[in-house]
């Protein structure tokens, strides 16, 4: 299958910074792709969708100032999470979508201190 | 909205046993219907699928049936391996709307002792 590389795999930042992760699509090209947030015992929760060369569409209670996010290419995404607090901390995780199928990111375990 | 409630972990077997991990959904339409595996380490991997009601998805000796009666999907295997130790999700993706993005469970840790 498709593979996804996500980095990094863990983060420790203090509150007030910001933080990127990339996500790298390393054998084939999507448009569209999806950035999902885990809080512990938790669903995955969709935060974001991204067609590249366009803006986000965030979903509700998502703020857009926060979490930015660049589709730069068909292979590369980052999340930037800006003036992160501790209630940020929790697991991102990216997925492109090629075809039918969603291909996905080792996650990153950010957590602010 | 859509949602998937799946059975809250860890669980815990010896190899050989019996493995059923309980998935139930709700949604709109004819959702697809699905389980990821996470390894440590890894990212999510498709382990199997199911389009359609009485739809059977099987994989690496894991299985799970489409049930529209009961909103079911659950996952079974009928004898684990410690190699199988890892993070299991269930998930769906709705027949309606343009990006179609996947709602998942919250997920379940497996573990297998030798």
């Known amino acids: 299958g498709a593979v996804v590389s996500q980095h990094p795999s863990r983060v420790i930042c203090k509150s007030g910074t910001s933080v990127k992760i990339e996500c790298r699509s390393l054998d084939f090209q999507a448009t569209t792709m999806f950035w999902y947030r885990q809080f512990p015992k938790q669903s995955l929760m969709l935060m974001a969708t991204s067609n590249e060369g366009s803006k986000a569409t965030y979903e509700q209670g998502v703020e857009k100032d926060k979490f930015l996010i660049n589709h730069a290419s068909l292979t590369l995404s980052t999340l930037t999470v800006t003036s992160a607090h501790p209630e940020d901390s929790s697991f991102y995780i990216c997925?492109?979508?090629?075809?039918?199928?969603?291909?996905f990111g080792q996650g990153t375990r950010l957590t602010v201190v | 909205g859509d949602s998937v409630t799946q059975m809250e972990g860890p669980v815990t077997l010896s190899e050989e046993a019996f493995l059923t991990i309980n998935c139930t959904y709700t949604a709109t339409g004819y959702p697809s219907l699905f389980w990821y595996v996470q390894y440590p380490g890894e990212g999510l991997q498709l382990l199997l699928k199911?389009?359609?009601?009485?739809d059977k998805g099987s994989n690496k000796g894991f299985e799970a049936t489409y049930r529209k009666e009961t909103t079911s999907f659950h996952l079974e295997k009928g004898s684990v391996q410690v190699s199988d130790s890892a993070v299991y999700f269930c998930?769906?993706?709705?027949?309606?709307?343009?990006?179609?993005?996947?709602?998942f469970g919250s997920g379940t840790q497996l573990t297998v002792l030798p």
């Open positions: 997925s492109f979508r090629g075809g039918t199928e969603a291909f």
């Open positions: 199911a389009t359609k009601a009485d």
């Open positions: 998930a769906l993706r709705s027949s309606v709307g343009s990006a179609r993005q996947l709602t």
